[in-house]
């Protein structure tokens, strides 16, 4: 039986199906000039009416994949009701993967080579300490407060709060265990220290190439590393709640700092900031898998620019690649096996 | 964001170009790019060179492909490879060049006309390039005398 309740739907998912199907709908202008459906293409087939049909039809299939996705969110698909969240979402993705390949492929008859001349400003580029100290300094607190939390266990309240309203008050407790207070700090330390390393990877490890367009491109990583740094401080901060601590001068901060990374990505990121008369990404074709995976052990970046045209992504043909996921996968495993601690 | 130090950088900058459709290996190119800009005189003995990482990120290349430049280079006397402190610049002075070594370049001319010849170069435009790198040469000859 097939039935809708608005108010039985999830909020969250709902937006999350709606942002990424916006996305995926403007996707095809935000991509460079020269790439079309992850693929080399002359800026005049972007312009040509073969290139407009092949738009069309993919868009028919993002507003398919959309409707598809709110269907499960609004609680459409009884059988499937508790998953109803994750299912809307997977649903949405599954439908344009599929919508993207049948583009992909409706495109590759009109390939054409990349441009193979490269070019690098031969300038040593000084490490920016201020920045590298904006990056661990979240983590150095955090182990600060694991040393005050060990020396201080009779003052951690019991029960200990781990999760907090919208309103900013405490909605769940949990008795004072170490494996609870201790669990939390390292989950949260966990993540702090990846996106850590995502600032470090922006910083030293994604492309800068264009002497000629030097300034403009360092701002592209500048907007990511923001929104990183915001995010990792948003994690410590969120750590030290527990503790009991007065955070709203934190708080404050925080809000600034995370309105301030999103001006940046508005205003910096990487659609101001991309030189319009570059067209090569520098990375060939047929080291982008189904179009979305980027593989490549013979490019030394780590961090490549999507061809889809908003983001980065990581270059699995890279060792580094897999040592990062694996430092992602672990704080969220061990994430997973603290909330099931939780709710058992 | 990163400090480059603006008081290395020429009015022109440096930068580094790379052909992959040319027969000439990446590595040769980089190396040859290199060469020329401390031929010019454009790095001070001392100096640092940007890092390998750096430039095959900044290249999309394979990290080893720039290490074998700075190694060709650092063979010839050109740099320094130290762990920790990455490239630096070489004080060298210019060894006096031998019979052979100008029957070598010669030979060497003479095989690029042709080839640039056969690439459909005419020889007037090839007598530009000519004069523009004899100039470069006089003018260098003049800044080197001053100092």
Sequence with gaps: MIWLNVLHMSPIWT????AMSSLEYLMPELSRPGVAFSTTVTEQFRRSDAHT?????????IVLSALAGLLVAMGGVEQIDAWSGPGAFTIQYLIFLVSFAIARASTAKYRTESDRVRE???????PPIMLALLV??????????????????????????????????????????????????????GVAAVLAFFGYGFLFWARRPDGTQERSWYRLPAGWIAIVLGAEYFVAASAMLPLGMDVHPV?????????????????????????????????PDGA??????????DDAALFV???????????????????????????????????????? | ?????????????????IDLSSTVPVYQQIADQIRAMLVEGQFKAGERLPTVRQIAVDLGVNHNTVAEAYRNLAEEGWLSLERGRGAVVMSRSTPAATPKARIAFANRLRDLVAQVRAAGLSPRAIRTEFEEVSESLLMQKKRDSRR
């Design chain 2, 1 to 17: 964001m990163f400090k480059v130090d603006k008081k290395q950088m020429p009015a022109a900058k440096r930068l580094i170009k």
């Design chain 1, 288 to 297: 982008w898998k189904l179009g979305i995976f980027y593989y490549n052990p």
């Design chain 1, 305 to 344: 620019e999507k061809r889809f045209g908003l983001g980065w992504t990581v270059n699995f043909g890279q060792t580094r690649a897999w040592i990062l996921i694996g430092l992602a996968l672990a704080p969220l495993g061990l994430g997973f096996a603290f909330v099931m601690s939780l709710t058992a």
């Design chain 1, 120 to 126: 690098a400003a031969f300038a040593r580029r000084e």
């Design chain 1, 136 to 189: 661990i300094a979240p983590l150095i607190a955090m182990c600060a407060a694991l040393a005050w939390t060990y020396a201080n266990w009779q003052l951690i309240p019991d029960p200990y709060p781990v999760h907090w309203g919208l309103n900013g008050q405490p909605d769940l407790w949990v008795q004072r265990t170490p494996l609870h207070v201790y669990g939390m700090l390292g989950l949260l330390a």
């Design chain 1, 251 to 283: 708080e404050l901060l925080l809000l600034s700092l995370l309105a301030a990374s999103s001006l940046c990505l508005i205003v910096i990121g990487p659609i101001g900031s991309r030189p319009p008369s570059r067209t090569n990404d520098y990375t």
């Design chain 1, 53 to 61: 049909r092949i738009v069309r039809r993919y868009r028919r299939g």
């Design chain 1, 15 to 18: 937006l999350v199906v709606l």
